[in-house]
């Protein structure tokens, strides 16, 4: 039997959240979706509306609330590098006030809080595959400091309520993830590509394309994050959920052609600064803790997301935000 409890998911209208919140609506649990729509629309979550056990609120996570809920997952943050870069105050003020507020709210009702954070905190990485044990390679002072250095501050902040006020957290290292509802235009390497290809317009590959990333698909990932919510209590992590398989950029340019079979070519822009020239996690920990690891391959991944770029009107979405650093 399934215990209904009130379930918080800050950023729970973009992209990742709103697959959480759907999850947690089918479970039948009182679902409250927060978000001040900066990257994401209410459509993400329309469907959602009519559902007795789903509220959606619209608020600033920089500013405090009060609501009494079980658990939290702390998604509210803009996540591509455009979205990230366009306002660097704010995307430092979301990591850290945010976090501060959530916390807040953790403390007093005693709920459980998950923070999303991110590859990122180890920054251009100097080990390879990253585990968990890695402390990271971040510029602070960098055009990507703004979203490393808040997530870092975010993890410090989650294990001090812990350590502290005896809040009961879990933190996820989230490697990229792509998957049907991510924003079509926020400039990351996936919605870039497939837009590109469907639209018949050269792909741009940054730098000469050798940079690696490993890409997990929404649905393995969202099952590692609820996981790792409702794992045992002595596992907090901070824990790697993405997916292994690592590819270059140029590799990944070729297998979306190959999938929507474009007739488009490469082109390449200059590399933006601090790009990580490599990424892929170790997942030895989730694998043995969790008893997670991904099962959709990139390819079938990639299919599911070209179907759903295929069916959407891009008139519906807000044009790219404007990226001043690049
Ligand atoms: P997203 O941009 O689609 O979702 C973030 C949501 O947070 C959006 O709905 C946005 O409107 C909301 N938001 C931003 N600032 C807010 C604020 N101040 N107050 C209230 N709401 C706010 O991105 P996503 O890919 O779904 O990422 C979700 C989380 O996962 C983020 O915290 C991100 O850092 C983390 N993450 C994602 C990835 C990935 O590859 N998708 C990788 C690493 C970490
Ligand atoms: N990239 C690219 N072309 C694009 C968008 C991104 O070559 O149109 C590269 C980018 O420079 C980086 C990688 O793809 O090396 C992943 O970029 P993304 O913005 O998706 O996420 P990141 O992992 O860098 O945060």
Not at 25 to 52: M, R, W, Y
Not at 58 to 66: A, C, G, Q, V
Not at 178 to 187: E, K, L, Q, S, V
Request: aromatic fraction near 8%.
């Amino acid at each position: 039997m399934t215990v209904i409890k009130r379930v918080l998911v800050t950023g729970g209208a973009g992209f990742l959240g709103s697959h959480i919140c759907e999850r947690l609506v089918a479970l039948g649990h009182d679902v409250i979706c927060l978000d001040n729509f900066f990257t994401s629309q209410k459509s993400n979550v329309a469907h959602l509306l009519g559902e007795p056990n789903f509220e959606l609120i619209r608020h600033d996570i920089t500013l405090p609330i009060f609501l009494e809920v079980d658990e939290i997952y702390h998604m509210a943050c803009p996540a591509a590098p455009g979205h990230y870069q366009f306002n660097p105050i704010k995307t430092i003020k979301t990591s850290v006030m945010g976090s501060i507020n959530m916390l807040g709210v953790a403390k007093r009702c005693g709920a459980k809080i998950l923070l999303a954070s991110t590859s990122e905190v180890y920054g251009d990485p100097e080990v390879h595959p990253q585990p968990e044990s890695y402390r990271g390679n971040v510029n602070p002072i960098g055009p990507r400091a703004c979203y490393d250095e808040g997530k870092r501050a975010a993890e410090t902040l989650f294990m001090d309520y812990h350590r502290m006020n005896r809040v009961s957290i879990r933190i996820v290292r989230i490697f990229n993830t792509y998957g049907p509802r991510m924003h079509p235009y926020d400039g990351r390497v996936v919605s870039n590509f497939i837009r590109q290809a469907l639209n018949g317009q050269d792909i741009t590959i940054f730098g000469d394309g050798s940079q690696t990333r490993a890409f997990c698909y929404r649905d393995d990932l969202v099952t590692g994050i609820m996981g790792l919510m409702n794992g045992p209590d002595d596992f907090i992590g901070p824990v790697n959920i993405g997916n292994p398989g690592e590819f270059t950029i140029r590799e990944l340019a070729e297998l979306v052609i190959e999938l929507t079979r474009a007739k488009v070519n490469l082109v390449q822009r200059e590399l933006p600064a601090d790009d990580p020239t490599r990424r892929r996690p170790d997942i030895t920990l989730a694998k043995k803790k969790l008893g997670w690891e991904p099962t959709i391959t990139l390819r079938e991944g990639l299919e599911k997301t070209i179907d759903w770029f295929r069916s959407i009107d891009l008139d519906h979405y807000r044009p790219p935000t404007p990226n001043f650093v690049r």
